[in-house]
């Protein structure tokens, strides 16, 4: 038997909820305007993480995804300078800088985005230990 009278509005509250929900649980698709190598990248990154983790990031995870393949095409353009028989040395200086660049936009991205793996104790500021024993355990 159905309910009586009209619905509250926590009742259609609680279905918008529901279905946010169940948006949520569904990986975010690779953007139009991405190639198919970049969309690759981004069904492989978005693998790595629970399905809502991308929500917020959405373009600089495209941004990312874009700069994966463009540092893969400078190393391999750099690959073919130095196979070549007559090295040019300003492509080739300038081909090193462009993968320094990118591997920097990679690295800031992937931070930015807590995709990487950060260390938590910053070496300055940890205490030495120290192996010699203490003076009151001798004997």
């Known amino acids: 038997m159905g309910q009586r009278g009209r619905r509250s509005t926590n009742h259609t509250d609680l279905a918008a909820v529901l279905l946010s929900a169940e948006a949520m649980q569904q990986r975010p698709p690779p953007p139009a305007e991405l190639g198919p190598e970049a969309a690759a990248e981004w069904v492989a990154i978005t693998a790595t993480r629970p399905p809502h983790y991308f929500a917020t990031t959405e373009p600089m995870l495209a941004a990312l995804c874009n700069a994966i393949v463009d540092a893969r095409r400078v190393a391999m353009l750099i ?6 028989k007559r090295l040019d040395l300003d492509v080739y200086a300038k081909l090193l800088a462009a993968q320094a660049r990118q591997s920097g936009l990679i690295s800031i991205l992937c931070t930015r985005m807590r995709l990487s793996q950060q260390t938590t104790i910053r070496g300055e500021r940890a205490r030495p ?3 010699a024993s203490k003076p009151w355990h001798a004997g």
């Open 79 to 84: 690959e073919q300078t130095v196979k070549a």
């Open 129 to 131: 230990r120290i192996a």
